[in-house]
């Protein structure tokens, strides 16, 4: 049974991530703004929606604000099939301790020249927090 699953995750893995676009990092790298919303929607009650503020530089460091929290050490780094932004923020994003959060990881996933798609994860460290808070964020370029 071992070497069945072992077989299978071998040849289906790799087959359903070969069909996923790779994403041109060097597009991300500018000003871009937009709004976010959390998936969980107690949250969203509690946040409607959450301003992003993002611009990325050529050393792929870069500057922002969410929420109206800034966004310190800006690192951007691609992956194989997206783009990943990560920040320390300056305080929790809001008052209530749901959002006692102090890392931003953006997830995006697809990118042209005006608009970015991605993910966003309010964690309290910059790897793993089973108790993260996560949501969706649409970015324009901005002019």
């Not at 009650?45 to 301003?51: A, G, I, L």
């Not at 993002?54 to 966004?71: F, Q």
């Not at 783009?83 to 996933?109: G, M, Q």
Request: proline share 4%; with cysteine; charged share 25%.
């Amino acid at each position: 049974m071992r070497l069945f699953v072992t077989t299978l995750l071998t040849v289906v893995v790799p087959f359903c991530a070969g069909g996923a676009q790779s994403i041109d990092p060097d597009k991300l790298i500018g000003r871009w703004s937009g709004t976010g919303t959390f998936y969980n929607a107690e949250l969203r009650q509690k946040v409607d929606s959450v301003p992003f503020v993002l611009h990325i530089e050529r050393d792929r460091s870069g500057t922002g604000r969410v929420a109206g929290v800034a966004l310190q050490g800006v690192q951007m780094k691609a992956t194989r099939h997206y783009v990943e932004v990560r920040a320390k923020l300056e305080r929790p994003i809001a008052s209530d301790p749901a959002f006692a959060k102090n890392w931003l990881v953006l997830v995006v996933t697809a990118l042209d020249d005006s608009t970015a798609e991605a993910e966003f994860h309010l964690k309290s460290n910059s790897i793993y927090d089973l108790r993260m808070r996560e949501g969706r964020v649409t970015l324009a370029r901005a002019p």
